[in-house]
Nanobody, 125 residues
């Protein structure tokens, strides 16, 4: 499956952005779809996941209540709505996918076999 992100940009603190990821090659409903991010000089970290054809979602604590992950399986897309952005959200955001039947820890980037190229999000305070 090929993943392509879009929607990044530069915003002021407190503003919103919506990231999109379009999957091609296989139906996105067969995958867990996640968002990860990597700030400058930092490790790549888990942000959010939508699992098992939309049955469940989860978020890293730092974005709970501000970010929402959703999917449109008819169009093979996953979205990340990001509200109340702050400077610590500045990073390259990556879309990732793994087969939905995987039981291993979904917060680990090493369990995802498919990645997009990333989209930059910059938040100025």
């Amino acid at each position: 499956v090929q993943l392509v992100e879009s929607g990044g940009g530069s915003v002021q603190a407190g503003e919103s952005l919506r990231l999109s990821c379009t999957a091609s090659g296989r139906a996105s409903g067969n995958f867990d779809l996640g968002w990860f991010r990597q700030g400058l000089g930092k490790d790549r970290e888990f942000v959010a996941v939508i699992r098992r054809k939309g049955e469940s979602t989860d978020y890293v604590d730092s974005v709970k209540g501000r970010f929402t992950i959703s999917s449109d399986y008819s169009n093979n897309r996953v979205y990340l709505q990001m509200n109340h952005l702050n400077s610590e959200d500045t990073a390259v955001y990556y879309c990732a996918a793994r087969p939905y039947w995987y039981e291993s820890e979904y917060t680990s980037q090493h369990t995802y076999g498919y990645w997009g190229q990333g989209t930059q999000v910059t938040v100025s305070s």
